[in-house]
C-alpha cells in the first residue's frame, strides 16, 4: 500500500464517515454494486471496459457502484476513481524491461489488483458483486452476495482455431456460470449461442444490449476532426486486427479496388502494424495508402465523421460496439453478414460475405461513389443508433440486479 493510501486509511478511522469524500450526510443509496479490477486491468483501451464504464456512469441514483481496482493502464477507468474503494494508480504501458524490473523488486501488478478486489469482496458492503471478466480468482472467495455475470460471446467455442490450445477460457466461463446467480446477455445472439455450448437455466439470463453516446458522435461528420484531412479520402476500420477480426482477408480482398482508386486510403485504430501486416501490405502495393492512426476516445467520433464508410468484417461478435458508434456518426456502414450485425444495425448497413471478396469489393465500389443511396444510408444509421443509448443500457441491467434480489 502506497504510504498516501496508509495515511488516508489512518484518517478514515479518525474522522466521521464521509467526511474525507465530501459525503458526510448524504443518505446512501439503498444498492451497492461491487465491480472488479479485471477488465481495467487487462485492456487499455476496449469495447468491454468501455461497457462497465458507461454502466457505472449511468446507474440510476438508487444504485452506488464501487470499482475495486489498484493499478490500471485502462483509459476508460479515468472517470471512475470516484467508485474506486481506494485511489488507483495509473499503470501506464509497461516495457519488458520494466516488467522484469518489477518482478526483481516483487512488483506483481495482477497480484496487487486480484488481493484488492478480493478484499474488497470480504468487506466492502455490497449488495451485488459483479465481476468484469472470467478469471476465477474470486470464486473461492465466501460468497457474500448475489452474483450477476455479463456474457459477451461465445467466440472461444466457436473458432477455437483462432487461440491458443492453452486458453482456459471456456473452462473459466463454466465455473462462473456456476456461481452466478443471473447472466447478462449482451445480443440476443449471444444468449442464443450461450446455450449452444452452456449449461445454464434460461429463466436467469437477461439480454441487455449495449449502448452509444449519441450526443457525443451525431455531429461528427458536420465537424469532422482537424487531423483527417491529412488521410484525404479513406475508408476507416476501427479495433483489433487479429484473427477472427478477418483483417487480412479484408484487406487482400481490397487491393484490385484500391488500385481503380489511387486517390482513397484506408484508416486503421488500434495498435501499431506488425511486421507481418506491413509486409502484406507491401505485398499488396499499397504502401502509404494504409494507415495506422492512434486516437484518443474524444478523437474518435470525427474520425468516423471524416470517413468515406466504415467496415466491420469479423467474423464473429458477441455485439459489435463500433457498429453503433458508425452508425451514430452518420458514418455509410458495412458488415459482415452474420446475425448479430443484422441484430444490431438492422436495414441501416450494408452486408457482405465475411468471406466473400467480391461482395466486400463492391461495398467499397458503393462507398467510393456519390450515390445518393448513402444519404439514406446515414439518415438509417443515425436513427437505428437513436434507439440504443448507455442509459438505456444501465437502466435495464439494474432492473437485472433488482430482479435477482427479488424487488
Not at 465491480?35 to 444504485?63: A, C, K, R, V, W
Not at 486486427?241 to 486517390?263: C, Q
Not at 458503393?366 to 437513436?386: C, M, N, P, Q, W
Request: charged share 25%; hydrophobic share 40%.
Amino acid at each position: 500500500m502506497l504510504a498516501v493510501d496508509v495515511a488516508m486509511h489512518r484518517l478514515s478511522k479518525i474522522f466521521p464517515k464521509g467526511f474525507l469524500t465530501g459525503t458526510m450526510g448524504r443518505k446512501e443509496k439503498y444498492m451497492r454494486v461491487l465491480y472488479d479490477h479485471q477488465t481495467f486491468m487487462y485492456q487499455s483501451i476496449g469495447g468491454i471496459s468501455q461497457y462497465f464504464s458507461h454502466l457505472m456512469n449511468n446507474l440510476p441514483q438508487e444504485f452506488t457502484p464501487v470499482l475495486s481496482l489498484d493499478n490500471t493502464k485502462n483509459e476508460s477507468a479515468v472517470d471512475l476513481e470516484r467508485f474506486a474503494t481506494r485511489p488507483f494508480r495509473k499503470a501506464g504501458k509497461r516495457s519488458r524491461v520494466q516488467r522484469l524490473i518489477d518482478k526483481a523488486r516483487g512488483i506483481d501488478l495482477k497480484k496487487l489488483n486480484t488481493d484488492n478486489s478480493l478484499n474488497a469482496i470480504k468487506d466492502v458492503a455490497h449488495d451485488i458483486f459483479h465481476p468484469t471478466s472470467f478469471d476465477p480468482y474470486c470464486l473461492s472467495a465466501p460468497k457474500r452476495a448475489p452474483m450477476v455475470i455479463t456474457f459477451y460471446d461465445c467466440i472461444h467455442e466457436r473458432l477455437p482455431e483462432h487461440f491458443s490450445p492453452a486458453d482456459n477460457m471456456t473452462a473459466s466461463k463454466k465455473l462462473y456460470l456456476q456461481h452466478a446467480d443471473a447472466v447478462i446477455c449482451i445480443s440476443h445472439y449471444t444468449r442464443t449461442e450461450l446455450f449452444k455450448y452452456f449449461e445454464f437455466d434460461e429463466t436467469r439470463t437477461h439480454v441487455v444490449h449495449l449502448g452509444v453516446d449519441c450526443n457525443l458522435f451525431r455531429n461528427a461528420r458536420e465537424e469532422g476532426l482537424p487531423n483527417t484531412e491529412k488521410f484525404g479520402r479513406y475508408m476507416l476500420f476501427v479495433g483489433g486486427r487479429s484473427g477472427y477480426k478477418n483483417w487480412i482477408y479484408w484487406l487482400r480482398a481490397l487491393e484490385r479496388p484500391m488500385k481503380r482508386h489511387p486517390d482513397i486510403s484506408i484508416v486503421c485504430t488500434g495498435r501499431q502494424f506488425s511486421s507481418e501486416e506491413k509486409a502484406l501490405i507491401g505485398s499488396l502495393g499499397l504502401e502509404g495508402r494504409v494507415h495506422q492512426h492512434s486516437v484518443a476516445a474524444d478523437q474518435l467520433p470525427g474520425l468516423y465523421g471524416g470517413a468515406l464508410g466504415f467496415f466491420f468484417p469479423s467474423m464473429d461478435e458477441g455485439f459489435g460496439l463500433p457498429t453503433l458508434e458508425a452508425l451514430a456518426a452518420g458514418c455509410p456502414t458495412a458488415l459482415s453478414d452474420i446475425p448479430v450485425m443484422r441484430e444490431i444495425a438492422g436495414d441501416s448497413a450494408v452486408y457482405f460475405g465475411p468471406k466473400d471478396a467480391k461482395s466486400i469489393e463492391l461495398a467499397f465500389e458503393l462507398f467510393a461513389g456519390k450515390d445518393r443511396a448513402l444519404v439514406e444510408l446515414s439518415r438509417k444509421g443515425k436513427e437505428r443508433a437513436a434507439s440504443f443509448s448507455w442509459e438505456k443500457t444501465a437502466r435495464e441491467t439494474a432492473n437485472v440486479y433488482e430482479r435477482v434480489l427479488g424487488r
